[in-house]
Nanobody, 113 residues
Framework: QVQLVESGGDLVQPGGSLRLSCAAS????????TSWHRQAPGKQRELVAL???????NYADFVKGRFTISRDNGKNTVFLQMNSLKPEDTAVYYC???????WGQGTQVTVSS
């Protein structure tokens, strides 16, 4: 059974940093594109970042220069390093295989003073 489990969400002050993790079981993330998405209250889910199976990365304009997606093949885990966080980054963050073939359960990120 393929499963994705996110962790690392927390309450952080504006300007702070967090690192989210997405651990996979039942499949090898090194063989698939993996993406991070987020959904704020009352808004649609949106793509944040993607890492291809061969390591190329793409970012939404609103996180470029602040967020970094990476993968540790040995740990079968994808990370999202988030720096210079803003209140508008507050959302539930989800990882997915591809652009949504398999979803994790999400982790809450709240940016507030």
């Amino acid at each position: 059974q393929v499963q994705l489990v996110e962790s690392g969400g927390d309450l952080v002050q504006p300007g702070g940093s967090l690192r989210l993790s997405c651990a996979a079981s039942g499949m090898s993330l090194s063989h698939y594109d993996t993406s991070w998405h987020r959904q704020a209250p009352g808004k649609q889910r949106e793509l944040v970042a993607l890492i291809t199976f061969d390591g190329n990365t793409n970012y939404a304009d609103f996180v470029k220069g602040r967020f970094t997606i990476s993968r540790d093949n040995g740990k079968n885990t994808v990370f999202l390093q988030m720096n210079s966080l803003k209140p508008e980054d507050t959302a539930v963050y989800y990882c997915a295989v591809g652009l949504g073939d398999v979803w994790g359960q999400g982790t809450q990120v709240t940016v507030s003073s």
